[in-house]
């Protein structure tokens, strides 16, 4: 077995050597786009958008993420379309920020890793100062998903060591680096993921999120000072997935799927847990909420098979619905209301705009636009948004609808198609901006297929359980069921297909060329898992037991023999049809030996298999030299191995 280890000193050769495989062997030579074919796709390189991070202490304008350089900084919008004001320099993007709305210490909770390992760390940004200071211990430990108390002198967050163990940690803003473990009594003090969510009004109780699965986890109550825990909810089987205290501290709004298929909006009583259902027949997913700061509003982002709908409450009113909005296909997030007025902030990303940072303001209802995302000098109204369409997957009683998201090439005549297929494999393909994908369609003329296979989530809970454990197999029967599909649609050209996909869409991929190579002309790989028994010895400690819930426990004869049967890497020589293998060096999650091995198990079999490896990424690409890299190889596959000409003018 390959050990990531041992691997450092060929990931640091091949990252010094232009990205370029190290191996001397003529299939391990990239494809490479021409400096014409280059200049078409660089304004899809270009594009920004902008993503909502919350409102600026005292809600003095928003904080928005958006890249002017290399990677993602955090900027400050002060009004509506108004000018971005850096706040962070680092060559290492950030991945979130929090505010408090202390008028003494207004203070910014900063994440970021180092080179795509990991291992967040907060930073602490005083908008008084203007100073950055590190507040946690740097090193190998990941420190996550940080809450501030009301009065927002306090935060806390969860942190955990290289062994994968989970602490609940508290710190004053006043106090930098002064960071001490909250007492848990029991067994929390074993739990896969332990996650933060908020403070009650005291300051005496904090909310925790126990996580086991995506299907299973539990809302906690945490006294910070002896430790104390009280569970809520009686259904062992249920997922909860956000929870807030009301502005009293005698409710809890909680986000939950007990006793249904989707996630629903619940009201608990503190005192004695008791669970109230409200708009138990809304249909769709609720993916989150936020409630304004006098507990008058409750906002509501509805994730249903065409895309988001955001939907407001009046609370005071027995939940009466005040505004529903659906801008367009697309999708709503990060909503989060001013903290002393009736204005809800929120992201949009349509299918034919990058994401842009929105506010509806209340009782007026006035919705203002606060960033204008940028196309690359593209003209908005050529991109192409997506048509849904149900194929049927599974058979006989089995038998249901698979959802996929068509973007159809705008040439005449057959052309290739493109399955992009999206990890998790909890996860959902939903109609959101891709600047990827507006590339193959409209400069490629490659029709796009984006389906939720088995597994994925919006659908229930039945539906994201269909390819657990033993049934993984199943998962990339669906793929064929596409490529039978395709046959069927005059446009689609069934002779010129190429799958590919991200981590567990990575591993799809890989799975799809074993049984359907000859149905194939390539596939594309990105962080991919090519063996589930090698992946579980080798992926972090902090997320070993929580993927054998999903994937199987290696360590179980029977469960190892169904790893066998369905491991890329040991059927890799049913592989013939080309592979163009993408990994960060660093990536925690699918270690760099899963790219390796199946890289070189393909080659010894004397079929391509180029491999691309960023030494300072991880799961995923995220600063724009390497993502600049990782499209022009990936476009330059698809133009050989679909064997397209392509306009050698700029767009």
């Given at each position: 077995?390959l050990?990531?280890?041992?691997?450092?000193?060929e990931?640091?050769?091949?990252a010094?050597?232009n990205l370029?495989?190290s191996a001397?062997?003529?299939k391990?030579a990239?494809?490479?786009?021409?400096?014409?074919?280059?200049?078409r796709?660089k304004?899809y390189?270009?594009?920004r958008s902008?993503?909502?991070y919350?409102?600026?202490p005292?809600g003095?304008g928003?904080?928005?993420?958006?890249r002017?350089?290399?990677s993602?900084?955090l900027?400050w919008?002060?009004a509506a379309?108004?000018?971005?004001q850096q706040i962070?320099f680092n060559?290492?993007?950030?991945?979130?920020?929090k505010a408090?709305?202390?008028?003494s210490?207004p203070t910014?909770?900063?994440q970021r890793?180092i080179?795509g390992?990991?291992?967040?760390q907060?930073?602490g940004?005083?908008?008084?100062?203007m100073?950055?200071?590190?507040?946690?211990?740097?090193?190998?430990?990941?420190?996550?998903?940080?809450?501030?108390?009301?009065d927002?002198?306090r935060?806390?967050?969860?942190r955990?060591?290289?062994?994968?163990?989970y602490?609940?940690?508290?710190?004053?803003?006043?106090?930098?680096g002064?960071?001490t473990?909250?007492?848990?009594n029991g067994?929390l003090?074993?739990?896969?993921?332990l996650q933060?969510l908020?403070f009650?009004?005291?300051g005496?109780?904090l909310?925790l999120?126990?996580s086991?699965?995506?299907l299973?986890?539990t809302?906690i109550?945490?006294?910070?000072?002896?430790g104390?825990?009280r569970?809520?909810?009686k259904?062992p089987?249920?997922?909860?997935?956000?929870?807030?205290?009301s502005?009293?501290?005698?409710q809890?709004?909680v986000?939950s799927?007990q006793?249904?298929q989707?996630?629903?909006?619940?009201?608990?009583d503190r005192?004695?847990r008791?669970?109230?259902?409200?708009?138990?027949?809304?249909?769709g997913d609720?993916?989150?909420?936020s409630v304004?700061?006098?507990?008058?509003y409750?906002a509501?982002s509805?994730?249903d098979?065409?895309?988001?709908?955001?939907?407001?409450l009046d609370?005071?009113?027995s939940y009466?619905?005040?505004?529903?909005?659906k801008?367009e296909?697309?999708?709503?997030?990060?909503?989060?209301?001013?903290?002393?007025k009736p204005?809800?902030?929120?992201?949009?990303?349509?299918?034919?705009i990058?994401s842009?940072?929105f506010?509806?303001?209340?009782?007026?209802?006035?919705?203002?636009?606060?960033?204008?995302h940028?196309?690359?000098g593209?003209d908005?109204?050529?991109l192409l948004?997506?048509?849904?369409a149900q194929?049927?997957g599974?058979q006989?009683e089995?038998a249901?609808?698979l959802?996929?998201?068509v973007?159809?090439?705008?040439?005449?005549g057959?052309?290739?198609v493109v399955?992009?297929?999206?990890g998790?494999?909890?996860?959902?393909?939903?109609?959101?901006?891709?600047a990827?994908i507006?590339?193959l369609v409209?400069?490629?003329?490659v029709n796009?297929?984006?389906?939720?296979v088995?597994?994925s989530?919006?659908?229930?809970?039945?539906?994201t359980?269909?390819?657990?454990?033993?049934l993984r197999?199943?998962a990339?029967?669906d793929?064929g069921?596409l490529?039978d599909?395709?046959?069927?649609?005059?446009?689609?050209?069934?002779?010129?297909?190429?799958?590919m996909?991200?981590?567990?869409?990575?591993?799809?991929?890989l799975?799809?060329?074993?049984?359907?190579s000859?149905r194939?002309?390539?596939?594309?790989?990105?962080?991919?898992?090519?063996?589930f028994?090698?992946?579980?010895?080798?992926?972090?400690?902090?997320?070993?037991d929580?993927?054998?819930v999903e994937?199987g426990?290696e360590?179980?004869?029977?469960m190892?023999?169904?790893?066998?049967e369905?491991s890329?890497l040991?059927?890799?020589?049913?592989?013939?049809?080309?592979?163009?293998?993408?990994q960060?060096?660093?990536?925690?999650?699918?270690p760099?030996?899963?790219?390796?091995?199946i890289?070189?198990?393909v080659?010894a079999n004397g079929?391509p298999?180029?491999m691309?490896?960023?030494?300072?990424e991880?799961?995923?690409?995220?600063?724009r030299?390497y993502?600049?890299?990782?499209?022009?190889?990936?476009?330059?596959?698809?133009?050989?191995?679909?064997?397209?000409?392509?306009?050698?003018?700029?767009p």
């Open positions: 077995m050990c990531l280890q041992s691997l450092t000193t990931v640091q050769a091949q010094a050597a370029q495989s001397p062997n003529p391990s990239l494809p490479q786009l021409s400096d014409a074919q280059a200049d796709l304004p390189l270009d594009m902008g993503t909502t919350g409102w600026w005292g003095q928003i904080m928005i993420g958006t002017f350089a290399s993602q900084q900027h919008v002060q379309m108004g000018m971005r962070t060559t290492e993007p950030v991945l979130d920020v408090n709305h202390s008028e210490h910014l909770l900063i890793d080179g390992a990991e291992n967040f907060l930073f940004y005083s908008t008084q100062s100073q950055e200071t590190l507040l946690t211990e740097g090193g190998k430990t990941r420190n996550d998903s940080p809450v501030f108390s009301r927002g002198l935060f806390a967050y969860s955990t060591n290289e062994k994968g163990l602490q609940v940690r508290m710190q004053r803003v006043d106090k930098v002064d960071s473990p909250i007492k848990i067994e003090e074993r739990a896969l993921v933060p908020d009650s009004p005291d005496k109780s909310l999120l126990e086991r699965s995506i299973q986890s809302l109550e945490l006294d910070v000072v002896s104390k825990t569970r809520f909810g259904d089987g249920s997922a909860t997935t956000l929870a807030r205290y502005q009293d501290g005698k809890i709004y986000l799927d006793g249904f989707l996630q629903k909006m619940w009201m608990v005192k004695n008791t669970f109230r259902p409200f708009l138990p027949a809304l249909s609720v993916d989150m909420f304004s700061h006098n507990g008058h409750l509501l509805v994730n098979e065409k895309g988001s709908e955001l939907l407001v609370q005071l009113d009466k619905e005040v505004k529903r909005i801008l296909p697309g999708v709503i997030s990060d909503l989060e209301f001013h903290p002393s204005v809800l902030a929120f992201t949009f990303a349509g299918a034919q990058p842009d940072s506010t509806l303001d209340f009782p007026s209802k006035t919705l203002n636009q606060w960033t204008a940028e196309l690359g593209i908005s109204k050529l948004p997506p048509q849904r194929l049927v599974g006989g089995k249901y609808n959802q996929t998201w973007y159809s090439s705008m040439r005449q057959k052309n290739p399955i992009i297929l999206h998790g494999p909890e996860s959902q393909a939903r109609p959101g901006f891709d990827w507006q590339y409209r400069e490629l003329g796009v297929l984006t389906p939720n088995r597994g989530t919006g659908y229930g809970r039945d539906y359980a269909l390819d657990d454990g033993a197999a199943d990339t029967t793929v069921s490529l599909w395709i046959k069927t649609v005059e446009s689609f050209d069934a002779e010129r297909v190429i799958v996909g991200g981590s567990y869409g990575g591993y799809l991929t799975a799809s060329l074993v049984a359907y000859d194939l002309k390539g596939g594309i790989s990105i962080v991919g898992i090519s063996d028994t090698t992946f579980l010895a080798n992926t972090a400690n902090y997320r070993r929580l993927r054998r994937y426990d360590r179980i004869p029977a190892r023999k169904i790893f066998d369905i890329p040991k059927n890799a020589a049913r592989i013939s049809a080309p592979l163009l293998i993408i960060g060096a660093n990536d925690p999650r699918v760099l030996s899963e790219a390796i091995q890289r070189d198990a080659q079929k298999a180029p691309l490896v960023a030494g300072d991880g799961h995923g690409f995220k600063k030299a993502v600049d890299q990782m499209r022009e190889t990936m476009a330059a596959f698809l133009i050989q191995h679909f064997g397209l000409t392509t306009p050698e003018a700029k």
